[in-house]
């Protein structure tokens, strides 16, 4: 069916738990605006058993490596659409400055 097509499981791999909980790291693919200023590889909270295999590759932010390599977030600035797997807020410093970096790219649109 059409609605399963993005909807992936974490696969089971040895010595891994599903739900993936806990801290990761990303690597940064592309479009660095809400991971500015962040360290190279910052570590970030998930809590996930299902993954995005985003299917425009260039949309794709970051990848975290779980057993598998995954889509952590996409980033498509045309359209103001930026999507995280992981939880900002629950990332400490990291989670802060990417929600930071994230309300300014809504610029004057925010303040009203």
Not at 35 to 58: G, I, T
Not at 71 to 96: C, M, W
Request: proline share 6%; with cysteine.
């Amino acid at each position: 069916a059409a609605s399963d097509v993005y909807k992936r499981q974490i696969p089971d791999c040895p010595g891994l738990k599903i739900p993936h909980m806990g801290w990761n790291s990303l690597k940064l693919q592309n479009d660095g605006r809400l991971f500015k200023d962040l360290p190279e590889e910052p570590y970030v909270y998930f809590v996930h058993s299902y993954y995005l295999d985003a299917e425009n590759r260039s949309d794709v932010a970051t990848k975290t490596e779980y057993g598998i390599s995954f889509d952590s977030s996409v980033a498509v600035p045309e359209i103001n659409l930026y999507a995280t797997q992981f939880h900002p807020e629950k990332s400490g410093r990291v989670g802060l400055k990417i929600l930071e970096n994230f309300a300014k790219l809504g610029g004057d649109a925010l303040v009203r």
